[in-house]
T-cell receptor
Framework: DAGVIQSPRHEVTEMGQEVTLRCKPISGHNSLFWYRQTMMRGLELLIYFNNNVPIDDSGMPEDRFSAKMPNASFSTLKIQPSEPRDSAVYFC?????????????FGPGTRLTVL | GQSLEQPSEVTAVEGAIVQINCTYQTSGFYGLSWYQQHDGGAPTFLSYNALDGLEETGRFSSFLSRSDSYGYLLLQELQMKDSASYFCAVEDNAGNMLTFGGGTRLMVKP
């Protein structure tokens, strides 16, 4: 398996622009998580899905952030409009919930820089 | 809510043993996980404890005491490649949602 795939790996954009981050979870996994990591705030859970349904989005910082999971193999995290304080590494992780282990598998991350 | 405390930084020499502690205050608790993250990389799973006691995986062991809301990660026979950040994470009663600690940066010196 290729693992969790994220694109793009790096994104540089200007304030006010729309940013879309993409994630393909590991095939067969039924839970998907979006995290944000910064030096100041560490690793924060933004939102997670079980069976493509958003379960908890309490970590989404504000209405500028939205996430979708239209099917079991694809999810997007959108920021519109983007702001410099959104600069961070965004990780997607997937997990098979209900199995013997509770391991989350992280993608390589998207490093976002908003100028 | 959840809060986790772990030291921000630990330094040790090659071949030594190091213990990284984690204390937590949570409204619900299902298990404690440990993840390793090298600079520029993604977190990778190391171990998981749902029950009290020690779990051993090669050079790494993890311990949990639910009554003390405390756990630790033990790294033996340290190698230079073990230099990384180590995160403890609490799984809440929902079963799969993780809250991560701030991470402990381990530096292994020759």
């Amino acid at each position: 398996d290729a693992g969790v795939i994220q694109s793009p790996r790096h994104e540089v954009t200007e304030m006010g622009q729309e940013v879309t981050l993409r994630c393909k979870p590991i095939s067969g996994h039924n839970s998907l998580f979006w995290y944000r990591q910064t030096m100041m705030r560490g690793l924060e859970l933004l939102i997670y899905f079980n069976n493509n349904v958003p379960i908890d989005d309490s970590g989404m910082p504000e209405d500028r952030f939205s996430a979708k999971m239209p099917n079991a193999s694809f999810s997007t995290l959108k920021i519109q409009p983007s702001e410099p304080r959104d600069s961070a590494v965004y990780f997607c992780a997937s997990q098979f919930f209900g199995g013997d282990t509770d391991t989350q598998y992280f993608g390589p991350g998207t490093r976002l820089t908003v100028l | 809510g959840q809060s986790l405390e772990q030291p921000s930084e630990v330094t040790a020499v090659e071949g030594a043993i190091v213990q990284i502690n984690c204390t937590y205050q949570t409204s619900g608790f299902y298990g404690l996980s440990w993840y390793q993250q090298h600079d520029g990389g993604a977190p990778t799973f190391l171990s998981y404890n749902a029950l009290d006691g020690l779990e051993e995986t090669g050079r790494f062991s993890s311990f949990l005491s639910r009554s003390d809301s405390y756990g630790y990660l033990l790294l033996q026979e340290l190698q230079m490649k073990d230099s990384a950040s180590y995160f403890c994470a609490v799984e809440d009663n929902a079963g799969n949602m993780l809250t991560f600690g701030g991470g402990t940066r381990l530096m292994v010196k020759p």
